[in-house]
């Protein structure tokens, strides 16, 4: 009888102390109110269960982690903001404040070209009327308080991102996002898109009949083949990622026969092995047609302009602007891939492709612009719009370590129905893609 008392005592405290373990739910943040105007000033308070905490715990603004003054928040720059709250080791979860907006700011260009001539002409209504002449313009800095500018034009020399509002009175403006790019748009209301595809393969250095679909890839690119273009994804050697298991899911539709070829991120369409074991060049052919194939099922219905180059802190930024034809839910991505990489490859084809040359590995896949959603971040833009993305890459990412060896691919994916009876969600294809070089700009290309 006395063991079994102690077991129940000991039950008992585990009881209690896993009811009294400190948990995200217990731990709740409360504003003052959801939606504000601009400058109003909203109060937070914490709540521990029915215990309010409000004095000993802290609140943070989440896009900038920085800790509120007085559990109080005001901004004259409408949008969402989100909060979260840390009390006793715990952290609860988001909450998000709208700042509405008392007018309207309107641009006649979200693209300029960076010769310092292009430029944007901005207009701010409220209530139906121009009410430009009694407003305020300011450019939002990525780090500081909001410049005012002198009139409502703007013009830029350097390749970047410019985010504006404006206040008339006591009422703010919703944001403005320019994109100012070498060349900018030559024909901005075109949306006929130049269409391209994507060939993903699947591969590795120990698979020896890789060697020959390599090798088409490769005779593909050499030959000037312009409707698309093809990365390497590696599994089970030194070029391998931490997330190729996922990418294989997702693209490859789990399959672990390689070589595998997808096409435009749509893994119903592929070759498993080869199509031909002693022919580079009916290989070739194979691709080309399946991409043809690929690009003919879905309309182009987006184009992109990007740009790729190393910025002041030695980082690789990626620069694109999207512009969208049609309605639709489209997303934006850049892959970082890299080109002369050592790596002795298996060759079952005896002479067919030389063991040198393919053993020199090109176009393999070093880092994704977003790991948790490869097909890339939501494009809001609706049709006829236009959006700019920006996205960074860490040299480390490149095994040789020389950017100049390196290359991104910055493409847009479009939701799909699925046909497949044996999958219920929709995937998101491959709609465009481009090729940016280190230090290059690639504007929009338009079909002839």
Same mark, same amino acid.
């Given at each position: 009888?006395?063991?079994?008392?102690?077991?129940?005592?000991? @039950?008992?405290?585990?009881?209690?102390?896993?009811?009294?373990?400190?948990?995200?739910? =217990?731990?709740?943040?409360?504003?003052?109110?959801?939606?504000?105007?601009?400058?109003?000033?909203?109060?937070?308070?914490?709540?521990?269960?029915?215990? %309010?905490?409000?004095?000993?715990?802290?609140?943070?603004?989440?896009?900038?982690?920085?800790?509120?003054?007085?559990?109080?928040?005001?901004?004259?720059?409408?949008?969402?903001?989100?909060?979260?709250?840390?009390?006793?080791?715990?952290?609860?979860?988001?909450?998000?404040?709208?700042?509405?907006?008392?007018?309207?700011?309107?641009?006649?260009?979200?693209?300029?070209?960076?010769?310092?001539?292009?430029?944007?002409?901005?207009? !701010?209504?409220?209530?139906?009327?121009?009410?430009?002449?009694?407003?305020?313009?300011?450019?939002?800095?990525? =780090?500081? %308080?909001?410049?005012?500018?002198?009139?409502?034009?703007?013009?830029?020399?350097?390749? *970047?991102?410019?985010?504006?509002?404006?206040?008339?009175?006591?009422?703010?403006?919703?944001?403005?996002?320019?994109?100012?790019?070498?060349? *900018?748009? +030559?024909?901005?209301? =075109?949306?006929?898109?130049?269409?391209?595809?994507?060939?993903?393969?699947?591969?590795?250095?120990?698979?020896?009949?890789? @060697?020959?679909?390599?090798a088409a890839a490769h005779h593909l690119e050499e030959t000037g083949y312009d409707n698309g273009y093809s990365v390497e994804i590696?599994?089970?050697?030194?070029?391998?990622?931490?997330?190729?298991?996922?990418?294989?899911?997702?693209?490859?539709?789990? +399959?672990?026969?390689?070589?595998?070829?997808?096409? =435009?991120?749509?893994?119903?369409?592929?070759?498993?092995?080869?199509?031909?074991?002693?022919?580079?060049?009916?290989? #070739?052919?194979?691709?080309?047609?399946?991409?043809?194939?690929?690009?003919?099922?879905?309309?182009?219905?987006? &184009?992109?302009?990007?740009?790729?180059?190393?910025?002041?802190?030695? $980082?690789?930024?990626?620069?694109?602007?999207?512009?969208?034809a049609d309605d639709g839910e489209y997303r934006a991505a850049a892959w970082l891939l890299e080109n002369g990489i050592n790596g002795e490859q298996a060759n079952y084809t005896g002479d067919v492709v030389d063991n040198e040359e393919i053993s020199?590995?090109?176009?393999?896949?070093? #880092?994704?612009?977003?790991?948790?959603?490869?097909? *890339?971040?939501?494009?809001? @833009?609706?049709?006829?719009?236009?959006?700019?993305?920006?996205?960074?890459?860490? $040299? +480390?990412?490149?095994?040789? &370590?020389?950017?100049?060896?390196?290359?991104?691919?910055?493409?847009?994916?479009?939701?799909?129905?699925?046909? $497949?009876?044996?999958?219920?969600?929709?995937?998101?294809?491959?709609?465009?893609?481009?090729?940016?070089?280190?230090?290059?700009? !690639?504007?929009?290309?338009?079909?002839?």
């Amino acid at each position: 009888m006395k063991i079994i008392s102690q077991i129940i005592m000991i @039950a008992c405290f585990l009881i209690m102390t896993i009811a009294c373990t400190p948990t995200q739910e =217990n731990l709740k943040l409360t504003p003052s109110a959801l939606e504000v105007n601009a400058s109003e000033t909203v109060t937070f308070a914490v709540h521990y269960g029915e215990t %309010e905490v409000t004095g000993e715990a802290q609140i943070f603004l989440r896009s900038t982690n920085e800790e509120l003054a007085d559990n109080t928040f005001s901004t004259s720059i409408p949008g969402e903001y989100e909060f979260f709250a840390t009390y006793n080791n715990i952290q609860s979860e988001y909450v998000s404040v709208k700042v509405k907006e008392g007018a309207k700011l309107t641009v006649d260009k979200t693209i300029i070209s960076t010769t310092g001539t292009d430029t944007a002409t901005f207009t !701010v209504t409220q209530d139906g009327a121009d009410v430009t002449n009694e407003s305020t313009l300011y450019l939002i800095p990525e =780090n500081g %308080e909001p410049v005012a500018l002198d009139g409502f034009t703007f013009s830029a020399t350097e390749t *970047g991102m410019y985010d504006f509002y404006a206040t008339v009175g006591d009422a703010s403006t919703n944001q403005v996002r320019i994109a100012a790019i070498p060349g *900018g748009d +030559s024909d901005p209301d =075109n949306h006929d898109f130049k269409h391209r595809g994507l060939i993903t393969e699947f591969t590795g250095t120990w698979c020896g009949w890789c @060697a020959i679909m390599k090798a088409a890839a490769h005779h593909l690119e050499e030959t000037g083949y312009d409707n698309g273009y093809s990365v390497e994804i590696h599994q089970g050697d030194s070029m391998s990622l931490p997330y190729v298991n996922s990418l294989l899911v997702q693209f490859g539709a789990g +399959s672990t026969n390689f070589p595998l070829t997808t096409f =435009n991120l749509d893994r119903k369409t592929k070759i498993v092995g080869t199509h031909s074991q002693t022919s580079i060049e009916d290989n #070739a052919d194979r691709l080309k047609l399946l991409l043809e194939s690929c690009l003919d099922e879905y309309e182009c219905t987006s &184009g992109i302009s990007g740009s790729y180059f190393t910025d002041e802190n030695g $980082k690789l930024k990626v620069m694109a602007t999207v512009k969208i034809a049609d309605d639709g839910e489209y997303r934006a991505a850049a892959w970082l891939l890299e080109n002369g990489i050592n790596g002795e490859q298996a060759n079952y084809t005896g002479d067919v492709v030389d063991n040198e040359e393919i053993s020199i590995h090109r176009n393999v896949l070093r #880092a994704v612009s977003n790991t948790s959603e490869f097909t *890339g971040d939501e494009i809001t @833009a609706g049709a006829q719009g236009v959006q700019g993305f920006e996205w960074t890459f860490d $040299k +480390s990412a490149l095994i040789n &370590g020389n950017p100049e060896d390196s290359h991104v691919l910055i493409f847009v994916t479009k939701k799909q129905e699925n046909d $497949k009876d044996d999958e219920e969600d929709d995937v998101y294809v491959l709609n465009n893609i481009i090729r940016c070089e280190l230090g290059e700009t !690639v504007e929009f290309e338009y079909a002839e």
